[in-house]
């Protein structure tokens, strides 16, 4: 191996570009004895459960059920002795902030809470409210060769990687079952997986065999020393069997958590070479490891084998079609003009949504949509002329926005409502149960 390692010092400041997968190289490539003096020398009697209480009893409960954490509380948990140490570390996290398209602000915000040090008066100390994401920034841009630091990276990055699922796409896992669970994430493998096949194509492996060894050397850091094919044998899967399908939740998200973070690593770090970048997957899969067993969990290998989840999700399409041929959908009112007045900027999307789930299979072009809403509302004269810029009316436009404004929040794609398809519009089961609520209770409000 040729690759050249940068020697950092345990009091060096890091440089601004230095994150998680940088500490688990870090942490990785350190020789077991060193870790363990380090530990020893930093909290040689605390657990993990002790630091897991003292992460979230020192967060501050906000109006919204999540918490935030203030600078100062975070610098003793971390193992910071002086602030304007730790207040480097918050600087670069902003900045890491900054460079993933985050707004500092809503993370990073500057308080004076503490009394002044000087009796006679003068400016409290200066502090930081922060949030979950600021507290996983700070900990990546923090030195992993104190114990609390290292914890926290895993701690924080997993538990932010749950908030931004339920940000993003509206999946709260705790109302979830195991079958629901299995299908999200085992989807969100195989969307991931597609961006860690690019970042090795960029680090110099090649598809075929170079590429399944390098998958293999991430599974035999997660699985103690076995690929794909002791993994079958140890849990008796059939040699045709693919391990991801047979996979619970609970394995799916370490597998999960391995895979974001190597892309990361190698998309950040520059990895070049199959052998570096095999090694820096195996590294990852180690320390994804070793945090599921300081946390007390079950090693990934001695989980129980799931049914294989292609047969669940057939299983639940078939469920969903029985119940959307027995269970009609309702209609609104359309025989008085004052029903079918819309406020075409807040409601279209609604009418557009009953309209989709009531097709086959959900599906619907934009074209037919256009064409077929105007049975439902009633489309101003002013929306209905041709724009001869644009060729096209303006309320064609209007439908075609649910489309193409699918990254803001108040859209029913960004919303889960609906899935953007090649040429239309899919609707989901959430999308159903809305329109089967909405309207019922539109028709109930109508009638009374």
């Not at 299983?315 to 004052?338: G, N």
Request: aromatic share 8%; with cysteine; proline share 3%.
């Amino acid at each position: 191996m040729n690759d050249k390692k940068k020697t950092i010092k345990a009091d060096e400041p890091v440089e601004f570009d230095m994150d998680f997968e940088e500490a688990l190289e870090r942490v990785a490539g350190t020789e077991l004895e060193e870790v363990e003096d380090i530990e020893q020398a930093s909290v040689p009697e605390e657990t993990i459960e002790s630091l897991i209480d003292e992460f979230e009893l020192a967060g501050q409960e906000i109006g919204s059920g999540d918490k935030v954490w203030f600078a100062r509380d975070l610098q003793r948990l971390l193992g910071y002795k002086r602030w304007e140490d730790f207040d480097s570390v918050i600087q670069r996290a902003v900045i890491a902030c900054v460079n993933s398209e985050h707004d500092p602000a809503s993370h990073f915000k500057e308080v004076f809470r503490d009394k002044p040090k000087n009796s006679e008066g003068g400016r409290p100390a200066k502090d930081f409210q922060l949030s979950r994401y600021a507290c996983y920034l700070i900990a990546q841009n923090a030195s992993s060769r104190k114990r609390q630091v290292a914890f926290a990276q895993t701690y924080f990055a997993i538990q932010t990687r749950r908030q931004e699922l339920t940000d993003q796409n509206g999946v709260d896992f705790s109302t979830l079952s195991e079958i629901e669970q299995r299908l999200y994430l085992r989807n969100q493998v195989v969307e991931e997986n597609k961006k860690l096949a690019r970042a090795a194509s960029g680090a110099g492996v090649k598809d075929g065999v170079e590429y399944g060894i390098f998958q293999n050397k991430g599974y035999e850091g997660l699985y103690g020393g076995r690929g794909v094919k002791e993994i079958r044998r140890h849990k008796g899967l059939p040699k045709s069997a693919k391990i991801l399908d047979r996979m619970g939740s609970t394995e799916l998200a370490a597998n999960l958590f391995r895979i974001t973070q190597t892309e990361e690593k190698l998309r950040k770090e520059e990895v070049k070479g199959a052998h570096a970048a095999g090694l820096a997957h195996y590294e990852v899969g180690k320390r994804v490891r070793q945090a599921i067993t300081e946390l007390g969990g079950v090693v990934p290998e001695n989980l129980p084998v799931a049914e294989d989840v292609k047969k669940v999700a057939r299983a639940r399409q078939r469920q969903k079609k029985l119940t959307a041929q027995s269970t009609p959908l309702p209609e609104p009112e359309r025989t008085s003009d004052s029903a079918r007045k819309i406020d075409l900027k807040a409601d279209l999307w609604k009418y557009a949504l009953l309209v989709i789930v009531q097709q086959p299979d959900m599906e619907m072009s934009t074209t037919d949509l256009i064409a077929e809403l105007p049975k439902y509302i009633t489309v101003p004269d002013e929306a209905v002329a041709e724009n001869m810029s644009r060729k096209d009316s303006k309320f064609s436009q209007i439908v075609r926005n649910l489309k193409s404004h699918k990254t803001s929040k108040n859209n029913f794609i960004y919303q889960g409502y609906a899935e953007d398809i090649p040429g239309g519009f899919r609707g989901t089961e959430k999308g159903r149960q809305f329109v089967q609520t909405y309207f019922l209770n539109s028709a109930l409000k109508n009638d009374g």
